[in-house]
């Protein structure tokens, strides 16, 4: 499984930005594509992830209702769009996959930077 992340960059609050990540290889439906994030001195943690049937999202409580994760069959991304962003929300962003019944990440993207400056 390969995956790629793209579309960081820097915004201003309140203001959108969409993530997308390329995935390819052997991705069944019991695979979740996640997002997870990094801030500088802090711990990586889970911000969305969508089953790649597609049928199930699941979402951090800090960004529930300003972000949405989706799934692309045609373009085989996943994609994350940020809205109302805020400067706690500046982090190097990674997309990863697993199996739904794993609990660590099996593989991962290379991270696109975030920055939402006040």
């Known amino acids: 499984v390969q995956l790629q992340a793209s579309g960081g960059g820097v915004v201003q609050t309140g203001e959108s930005l969409r993530l997308s990540c390329a995935a390819s290889g052997r991705i069944s439906t019991d695979y979740m594509i996640g997002w997870l994030r990094q801030a500088p001195g802090k711990q990586r943690e889970f911000v969305a992830g969508?089953?790649?049937?597609?049928?199930?999202?699941k979402y951090v409580d800090s960004v529930e209702g300003r972000f949405t994760v989706s799934r692309d069959k045609f373009r085989s991304t996943v994609d994350l769009q940020m809205n109302s962003l805020k400067p706690e929300d500046t982090a190097r962003y990674y997309c990863?996959?697993?199996?739904?019944?794993?609990?660590?990440?099996?593989?991962w993207g290379q991270g696109t930077q975030v920055t939402v400056s006040s």
């Open positions: 990863a996959a697993k199996t739904l019944s794993a609990s660590d990440w099996y593989y």
């Open positions: 969508i089953t790649w049937s597609g049928q199930a999202t």
